[in-house]
Nanobody
Framework: QVQLVESGGGLVQAGASLRLSCAASGRTFSNYAMGWFRQAPGKEREFVAAISWTGGSTYYADSVKGRFTISRGNAKNTVYLQMNSLKPEDTAVYFC????????????????WGQGTQVTVSS
């Protein structure tokens, strides 16, 4: 397994931007697909975005497509989620995760999760 720590969340107004970061440690990280999920109080966990370990393939939930961008750092030990045009319905705790294949990450069937970072978007 890998250790994951999210950062970059905060309180912003609708229309603002945030960039979330997920820092990873562990010898297997360089060959892992990564993804972002979110969960609002009383709601089911929701897939947001995923990226292959090379960065060549990405997937996005329809609710964020065109507004959010997932990317990997050059060293592939950090994954970012650039969030633009934020809406109040984006308010949630955002978690990153790592898995062997991107399909498993999209489905939420991976073994490593971070602790989460809170994103709150006010009207």
């Amino acid at each position: 397994q890998v250790q994951l720590v999210e950062s970059g969340g905060g309180l912003v107004q609708a229309g603002a931007s945030l960039r979330l970061s997920c820092a990873a440690s562990g010898r297997t990280f360089s060959n892992y697909a990564m993804g972002w999920f979110r969960q609002a109080p009383g709601k089911e966990r929701e897939f947001v975005a995923a990226i292959s370990w090379t960065g060549g393939s990405t997937y996005y939930a329809d609710s964020v497509k065109g507004r959010f961008t997932i990317s990997r750092g050059n060293a592939k030990n950090t994954v970012y989620l650039q969030m633009n045009s934020l809406k109040p319905e984006d308010t949630a705790v955002y978690f990153c995760g790592a898995g062997l294949r991107i399909g498993e990450v999209v489905a939420g069937h991976h073994g490593s999760w971070g602790q989460g970072t809170q994103v709150t978007v006010s009207s």
